[in-house]
């Protein structure tokens, strides 16, 4: 029990150490999502021009950073008539370019992998490109849309099928600030706690417990800490591998990338760790689903080698400038609660969430929460998100 409880108090303390950071992410992320309407998208992404490629990455960032819900909104928008690799480029983003995940990296392992992962993420997204452009076929990627076609439900379909931006005219501001604004930003924060949830909850416990059980003498040996350039080397491999097989996604995958950090895995090997959400097998599971067996080991070849790359990368370029950090200063958050900044900056973004939730529940917001893991084909209005369609919840 006495081993439970540390494991526990460890998950405790990462938790309240970034609640205020998730509050502000998500609250950003719905700012965003209700005033820009999808259909805005799917016309912007249209080919794989660098331009384009950067405003998938633009709208990715502000998108729901759910694993999940990311790969069905590129499905979506691939069906939609978007580009495959403009598609991709918008799931990558939107996972791993995300406020939220910028600062809850910035508060439990420090500034400098922030910085990683915001320069690493458009690196991954370049080299996946020029892999598509080079190894991808017409006939996988017909395959693929065909496939796609079939509309085949994975999980949070319901989620990616709804838009609920705000319709009317006006400035971006009166729009966001009307009742209307209000609404629908308080939906979009709502579902978006409700599809990362199961994934935070299992990688703060996971995290608590390998660093609660397992001891620091393994990890240093798996990853070959005693020997820097070894270790420099197989970081960026063996991220993704262990991503992959410990089935957590999303921003639940960092309180463990701060164990396997604390743990001797390489700097360059926990941005690779941390990109690999899109790679465990549930979701790989899923583009089977979507796009078909050839397509998904497609997917699982180029994605692994940009994460890899863009993991070499950031263990190179930050290490030629001095910006790596010590890993014996590595500490796991196992102080609890004190009355520090943290404490409350928590109390006035969980008063700011309360008003959010209570918002959600008294416009109809529960009737949409059950539809989130409905189908891909459920659809969503197309003029656009209104008073009158929160009382019908037709989304």
């Known amino acids: 029990m006495e081993a439970i409880g540390h494991a526990l108090s460890i998950a405790g303390s990462m938790t309240w150490e970034v609640t205020w950071a998730l509050i502000l992410g998500f609250t950003l992320s719905a700012v965003v999502q209700a005033v820009v309407r999808r259909s805005t998208v799917v016309r912007l992404l249209g080919d794989d021009r660098p331009r384009t490629l950067a405003l998938s990455a633009g709208f990715g960032a502000a998108s729901s950073s759910c694993s999940y819900a990311a790969v069905a909104l590129a499905r979506s928008l691939f069906r939609k008539g978007a580009n495959f690799t403009a598609a991709m480029a918008f799931e990558i983003a939107s996972t791993n370019l995300v406020v939220e995940l910028g600062v809850i990296l910035a508060l ?96 703060l416990l996971i995290a608590g417990a390998i660093a609660a059980w397992v001891p620091d003498s393994f990890w240093h040996t798996f990853f070959l800490a005693d020997h820097p350039l070894a270790a420099k080397l197989v970081g960026p491999l063996v991220g993704p591998l262990v991503a992959i097989a410990t089935f957590v996604c999303s921003i639940g995958n960092v309180p463990l990338a701060v164990v396997l950090w604390k743990g001797g895995i390489s700097f360059g090997g926990v941005i690779a760790f941390i990109y690999a959400d899109l ?117």
């Open 279 to 395: 790679l465990i097998l549930p979701i790989l599971n899923i583009y089977r689903k979507y796009y078909g067996a050839r397509m998904t080991g497609f997917l699982l070849v180029t994605f692994f080698t940009a994460m890899a790359f863009a993991g070499y990368v950031v263990e190179f370029a930050f290490g030629g400038l001095g910006l790596i950090p010590d890993q014996a200063d590595a500490k796991i958050p196992d102080d609890g609660i004190t009355w520090n900044y943290t404490t409350w900056l928590n109390i006035v973004f969980l008063l700011l969430a309360a008003s959010l939730v209570v918002r959600f529940l008294r416009s109809g917001g529960p009737a949409m929460l059950r539809m989130m893991g409905g189908s891909p084909d459920h659809g969503e209005p197309e003029q656009g998100h209104t008073h009158e369609q929160h009382h019908q919840h037709d989304h």
């Open 108 to 203: 439990l392992m420090g500034w400098q992998f922030t910085a990683a992962e915001f320069v690493g993420g458009p690196i991954m997204i370049v080299v996946l490109a020029v892999l598509f452009r080079l190894f991808l076929r017409q006939r996988l990627l017909r395959q693929a849309q065909e496939q796609a076609e079939r509309g085949l439900a994975g999980s949070m379909e319901g989620h990616a099928a709804m838009d609920m931006s705000i319709g009317g005219e006006g400035s971006f501001v009166r729009r966001l600030f009307s009742p209307e604004g209000f609404t629908s930003v308080a939906h979009i924060f709502v579902m978006e706690w409700a599809a990362i949830l199961r994934d935070l909850v299992a990688g």
